[in-house]
């Protein structure tokens, strides 16, 4: 079983939507979840992390963490065509382990017009 | 601007050949990595630096490496003894090993194809 898994999508929604984004993951230890947003052909950018369980705000984009479950969750609202990309969680147990991420495959999102 | 760059954008390599990805950064970062992407998979760590003269094997580090003489510069070749090279490889940065808070400064990847 992999330790982080997620649903490669793809996922079709109309513009203005509120869209979910979920990873589930089997290793207690991690303590620090991100998202990453790729558009195609380009690297991966970092949209945000936190850190233990809970919520975090930015603009459009809420990062939301369940410990117990194992769960975390990226939601969009108000999509938009540019949001159009494929988005991948990371975790990792430390702050300081850059090199432990552990990537979800990544979910494949459309935004249509 | 600072940033990552990476070259080329595509590369075919012939069956039993080295070649070399290119991976320079002037962010000023300290680590440095390689990541193999496959669709389907998710990002897979081949190598990764630290600090310069100094590196690491990832989770597939098998029929690669790397060299890291410049705090710039982080090259990969990929051997003749990786035998499913046809990949998307994308080289990453970040201050320190502290890539949580900051994240990785990704590059715009190299697509490798075998033919």
């Known amino acids: 079983q992999k330790e982080v898994e997620q649903d490669p999508g793809p996922l079709s929604v109309p513009e203005g939507a509120i869209v979910s984004l979920n990873c589930t993951y089997s290793?207690?230890?991690?303590?620090?979840f991100m998202w990453y947003r790729q558009y195609s052909r380009k690297g991966p950018e970092l949209l945000m992390y936190?850190?233990?369980?809970g919520n975090k705000e930015d603009g459009r984009f809420t990062a939301q963490v369940d410990k117990s479950s194992k769960y975390i969750s990226l939601f969009i609202r108000d999509s938009q065509p540019s949001d159009s990309a494929t988005y991948l969680c990371?975790?990792?147990?430390?702050?300081?382990?850059?090199?432990?991420?552990?990537f979800g495959k990544g979910t494949s999102l459309l935004v249509t017009p | 601007d600072g940033g990552i760059t990476q070259s080329p954008k595509y590369l075919f390599r012939k069956e039993g050949q080295n070649v070399t990805l290119s991976c320079e950064q002037n962010?000023?970062?300290?680590?440095m990595y390689w990541y193999r992407q496959d669709p389907g998979q998710g990002l897979r760590l081949i190598y990764y630096?630290?600090?310069?003269?100094?590196?690491q094997k990832g989770d597939i580090a098998e029929g690669y490496s790397v060299s890291r003489e410049k705090k710039e510069s982080f090259p990969l070749t990929v051997t003749s003894a990786q035998k499913n090279p046809t990949a998307f490889y994308l080289c990453?940065?970040?201050?320190?090993?502290?890539?949580?808070?900051?994240?990785?400064?990704f590059g715009s990847g190299t697509r490798l194809t075998v033919v």
């Open positions: 290793n207690s230890a991690f303590q620090y």
């Open positions: 962010l000023n970062h300290d680590a």
């Open positions: 630096s630290q600090i310069v003269n100094d590196f």
């Open positions: 936190t850190y233990s369980s």
């Open positions: 990371a975790m990792s147990p430390n702050s300081n382990s850059g090199y432990a991420l552990n």
């Open positions: 990453a940065s970040s201050i320190g090993p502290a890539a949580i808070v900051y994240g990785y400064t």
